[in-house]
């Protein structure tokens, strides 16, 4: 398995609360992704990163941002967390940039109440 | 952007049947069709992908096919086994020099004893 871990794994929290995942990847991977799983959707990309603090918008990123200070950790922010934000959310990584392999975590659940 | 379609959205088949899971996009720009499996509370695996110039690949029991002309791509599952129950997506790369994959709703795959 690609070395990419994700924390937390489980988490809650309140409406209205900040919230940062964090993906951690030992591969040196140049390309890191952001997605959120939701049931009847399949995954769609929120934000991604193409090298240290180069980071674009996805399909989804409205109420949240992203930060990259180093090759090996990519942060999701949810500035101020809304029941439409509770999801399961996966970190990928990739070598060279999207038209080829990405390896995903093991994801992130998120439960906004 | 890009928009990938799947279907079926559940396919269930006896074991030892053949598994067809169907898809297409909109964005001729598109050159690279992954197909991922997703188990149960794990993240998605790559299982096998294609390029835009190959028309087909297989591995073992696995294979897909593409038709640029009617943008559409299949995956062919042969003797199926228990183990090949789980989601299936299938996905395509952005085109027009965005990065990430565009990602079908799944398959959930049921094989029947």
């Known amino acids: 398995d690609a070395g990419i871990t994700q924390s937390p794994r489980h988490k809650v929290t309140e409406t209205g609360t900040p919230v940062t995942l964090r993906c951690h990847q030992t591969e040196n991977h140049r390309y890191m992704y952001w997605y959120r799983q939701d049931p009847g959707h399949g995954l769609r990309l929120i934000h991604y990163s193409y090298g240290v603090k180069d980071t674009d918008k996805g399909e989804v990123s409205d109420g949240y941002s992203v930060s990259r200070s180093k090759t090996e950790d990519f942060l999701l922010t949810l500035e101020s967390a809304t029941s439409s934000q509770t999801s399961v959310y996966f970190c990928?990584?990739?070598?060279?940039?999207?038209?080829?392999?990405?390896?995903f975590g093991q994801g992130t659940r998120l439960t906004v109440v | 952007g890009e928009n990938v379609e799947q279907h079926p959205s559940t396919l269930s088949v006896q074991e030892g049947d053949s598994a067809v899971i169907k898809c297409t996009y909109s964005?001729?720009?598109?050159?690279?069709f992954p197909w991922y499996k997703q188990e149960l509370g794990k993240g998605p695996q790559l299982i096998i992908d294609i390029r835009s110039n190959v028309g087909e690949k297989k591995d073992q029991r696995i294979a897909v096919t593409l038709n640029k002309t009617a943008k559409h791509f299949s995956l062919h599952i042969t003797e199926t086994q228990p183990e090949d129950s789980a989601v299936y997506f299938c996905a395509g790369s952005q085109g027009g020099g965005a990065d990430g994959l565009t990602f079908g709703k799944g398959t959930h795959l049921i094989i029947q004893p």
């Open positions: 990928a990584i990739s070598e060279f940039r999207g038209d080829t392999e990405a390896f």
């Open positions: 964005d001729s720009a598109s050159n690279y």
